[in-house]
């Protein structure tokens, strides 16, 4: 079965672009970082939490180095998918949203060069600053089971981390 865990301190450290910190400070931002969890039993998502705190201002976008990475390694877990969605909440009273519009992270993923980091983008197009807070809910992952349809399958394997399928 599929699960969540953290990627390495080395790989988050050098995603997430924070600059000018000792490792002690990053290293406690790092440990706090919570895996996906369900909000409620009937949940469809497992939501993703805010790894630090950030005044999320009007009209920007920011890269969230998320410290997860999500493993798919049995052969039944391999047709599926996990999508990455903004947590409806903050999309209704903001209109925060994926700045690719919804992520798409490949049972592979996991295998890649950046150990299959989840690194999410978002977008407040609002002319409102949100605060998103340490540990705060900021947008969900929902496995999802899907076909290949005949004649459309590769045996390609995976390298490279985001966006590298189309290189």
């Known amino acids: 079965m599929s699960h969540f865990e953290k990627v390495s ?6 995603d997430c672009g924070v600059r000018g910190l000792a490792d002690e400070e990053l290293r406690a931002w790092y440990d706090a970082i919570k895996l996906p969890k369900q909000a409620t039993a009937s949940s469809a998502g497992c939501d993703f939490f805010m790894p630090f705190n950030l005044n999320f201002e009007s009209g920007s976008r920011f890269r969230i180095a998320t410290g997860i990475r999500w493993i798919a390694d049995s052969a039944e877990d391999r047709g599926t998918v996990l999508l990455i969605v903004p947590r409806s909440g903050l999309g209704f ?75």
């Open 9 to 14: 301190f080395e790989q988050w450290k050098s």
């Open 93 to 167: 009273r903001y209109g925060i949203r994926l700045t690719n519009t919804v992520g798409v992270i490949d049972a592979d993923y996991c295998d890649a060069d950046n150990e299959g980091h989840i690194i999410v983008s978002l977008e407040n197009p609002s002319d409102t600053d949100v605060p998103l807070n340490e540990g705060k809910a900021f947008c969900q992952g929902i496995v999802v089971k899907y076909e290949i349809p005949e004649g459309a399958g590769s045996e390609t394997g995976r390298s490279g981390g985001m966006g590298s399928t189309d290189q």
